[in-house]
């Protein structure tokens, strides 16, 4: 009987001491949980937003250590540890909530500012184009001057050149005078009447010029004709020695027609024998004698 | 050979600490955790609330789940077994609440820096535009 009574509380120690000796077993989900509060702890932004979960975090860590130590069922180790994690996560989600409505408000307030910003680019952009506006308008009235006083200027350099405004438009009647009897060479007169135009033509660019020759019915009607011509073209050639393009000069001999006056006088002869300088609008353009006249 | 019955008379205080401890742990267990389960189904109507299924559709899940499982056990009469998934389950839906209210602040902060964005950028093409 004593030997068996021995034998029992051998057995007893022995299953105590297995019992108290050697470490526990590992529990991986104790450790995870121990890791992840380590994290959260050196965390600054959690430490400081979240502490309340933080120490609910601690808490259940140490109640599963505490478990684990004392060798009690995994399911219940695992219990704390699982609230341990859960809470650190929680904490987490608390920190990034408080971070983020922080920068909610930094960013209101930014937006508030990029708001004013924008309302003044709007003002300052207005006002731009009130002054482009306003200069746009300046500009129009100033090109509406110079339009103005260039054809001021366009009249009188007509009138130094003593042309006619008549329906064709200008017309420079070069009178009978400025030629040699019978012939087409210009005299010294013509020559300054025809230096005058070119220098006209030399400023007015755009403006042709139609040059008609006429004559008296004096004489047969072909040489009266031919006269007209040679005579119109003696301006012409006059023109081009002063340096105007060959191509802004039309030349027409219409000889005993168109007659201004009546050739039954000799004034009236007189002034039948011309040479008349029709001058172009603005855009070049001359209108043709008809006919008819 | 020794019998069973010489055994236990040689070892009353063994037997009488097993029968207290055996008493103690059956004590614990006797009440059902009806206040735990109340107070998770409040905590996972509350995440539920805020848009939880949305934000953190896992998280609120794993606490239904964890919730179903405590009931579960509740009706086995496996009490503080049930107690303690109650538990899980309620910083489960914690969690879940937690993490949408995060999620909806980080994207309301998205929202805002894109509207500034796209200010700012308006008002650089009014000025170069003009």
Known sequence: MRFFKLLMYCFLSVFILIGCGGPPEDNPLLKEAKNNFQEAENDSAIVTNAPVALKEAEEALQESERLWEEKAGKELVDHHAYISKQKVAIARETAKLNAAQDEVERAESQRQKVLIKARKAEAIAAEKRAEEALSQAEKERREAQKARERAEELAERVNKLEAERTERGLVL??????????????????????????????????????????????????????LSRRRANSVRQALQNKGISFSRIQVRGYGERYPVASNNTESGRQQNRRVEVIISDAEGNIDERTTSD | MISFNRLLKNNVILVLYVGIALVLVSCASTKPPTQELARTEAVINQADQVGAEEYAPLEIREARKKLQQARELESEEKYEEAKRMAIRAEVDAELAEAKTLSEKAQNAVKQLRESIKLLKEEIRRKQRGQ
Request: hydrophobic share 35%; no cysteine; charged share 30%.
């Open chain 1, 173 to 226: 009647t070069l009178g009978d005078v400025l030629f040699d009897f019978d012939k087409a060479t210009l005299k010294s007169g013509g020559e300054r009447a025809v230096e005058k135009l070119a220098q006209f033509m030399k400023e007015y660019p755009n403006r042709n010029v139609m040059i008609e020759g006429f004559t008296d019915t004096v004489g047969p009607a072909d040489y009266n004709k031919q």
